[in-house]
Every structure is written in C-alpha cells, then in structure tokens.
C-alpha cells in the first residue's frame, strides 16, 4: 500500500473552524502539528520536513496534485532537519519553496482528514487514504464521496496550480511576519 490517493479543497475559516469542531466530536483525533516542508528544485517532487514528533525526507512520485502518487518516505529524529538541509544543499539542490503549516489530523470511517492552515497559502482540507494499485479508483471515488457528505466542492486542479504557482513564486513574501 503505497499510492496516497488524495482530495482536497480550499476551505473558508469558517468552514475550517466548523471542520474542527465536527471532527473532533465525529472523528478520532490524532494529533495537532506544526510543519516546515522544504520543497527543492529537483525532477521528481523532493522534500524535507521538520514537524513536532520527527523530521523526514520524502518524494512523491508523478506531478503535485495528482489524485493518487507514489510515496517514498524516510524518519529521521527531529533534531536531524538541518543536518538533511545541508546534505540536500551539499548533493546540489536549491530549496525552491518553504512551507509553513499548522496540521489537525483525524481518523473518520477508516480515512485520514487533515485541516491545514498554511501561511500565505489558506485553509485547506485533504482526505487521504492509502492503496495499492488496483484499488487507487475506488479509494478515490470513496473519498469524492466522503467530501459531498461534509458539503464541500473538491476545489479543480487547475485552482490548486494557480495557486501554488503564485505561492511558489511568491512565498517569501506570503509569509513575512
């Protein structure tokens, strides 16, 4: 089991407020986290990420966005984050993006519900489940479902590129204090 198959939408305050309560009372709450996620210029979708439990590499096959990737991801002890900058920097790649984000994840019906603020991105929730490839179509038609229920519009992908194109030429910026 390892293609994330994924939906998300972009969500008002409002509505991420709502989502929190709902979960919270209909889910199973897992934990609350604050990641930073450095995104690097390489051909395939490269990253690293310091979160309050570890830090991590991973890569995520095919294009950002997709319903369903490959997913290819290594634990490091927290403290280790810089130490996975400077080998990165060291082997070549520049960081291309910085994301700063506050997680909420649940377990609902046997699905992962994440409620993400990012700054200078948005409010976002993100239905995953993990599968293998065969039943990567039904994980995905189940998650479509499981947004019509929580009466939210899957946000096009086109929306989602626009916005990350403008978020990654625009993120030191977006998130000044």
Same mark, same amino acid.
């Given at each position: ?12 305050? #409002?509505?991420?407020?709502? =989502? ?5 009372? +209909?889910? *199973?709450?897992?934990? &609350?986290? /604050? ?10 979708? =490269? ?9 991590? !590499? ?6 950002? *966005?997709?319903? /369903?990737? #490959?997913? !290819?991801? @290594?634990?490091? *002890? ?5 130490? =996975?900058?400077?080998?990165?920097? %060291?082997?070549?790649?520049?960081? +291309? ?13 046997? !699905? ?8 200078? /991105?948005?409010? @976002? ?13 039904? %994980?995905?038609?189940?998650?479509? &479902? ?5 009466? @939210?519009?899957?946000?096009?992908? #086109?929306?989602?590129?626009? %916005?990350?194109?403008? /978020? ?10």
């Amino acid at each position: 089991m390892d293609i994330e198959v994924e939906v998300r939408s972009f969500v008002s305050k #409002e509505k991420y407020e709502e =989502l929190l309560k709902f979960f919270k009372k +209909e889910g *199973h709450f897992i934990n &609350e986290d /604050y990641q930073e996620t450095y995104y690097f210029n390489s051909v395939e979708d =490269l990253r690293i990420q310091r979160n309050n439990f570890f830090s991590k !590499i991973w890569l995520k096959k095919g294009k950002i *966005h997709d319903d /369903y990737r #490959e997913e !290819i991801e @290594i634990k490091f *002890h927290k403290d280790d984050f810089e130490k =996975l900058e400077r080998l990165f920097k %060291a082997l070549g790649y520049d960081i +291309e993006i910085k994301w700063f984000r506050t997680r909420h994840t649940f377990k609902w019906d046997d !699905i992962d519900i994440m409620l993400d603020y990012t700054k200078g /991105y948005n409010y @976002i929730i993100e239905l995953e489940k993990m599968s293998d490839e065969t039943g990567k179509e039904k %994980a995905l038609q189940l998650l479509k &479902e499981k947004l019509k229920i929580l009466d @939210i519009k899957e946000t096009p992908k #086109e929306v989602f590129n626009e %916005a990350y194109e403008n /978020y990654r030429k625009n993120w030191k910026e977006l998130t000044k204090d």
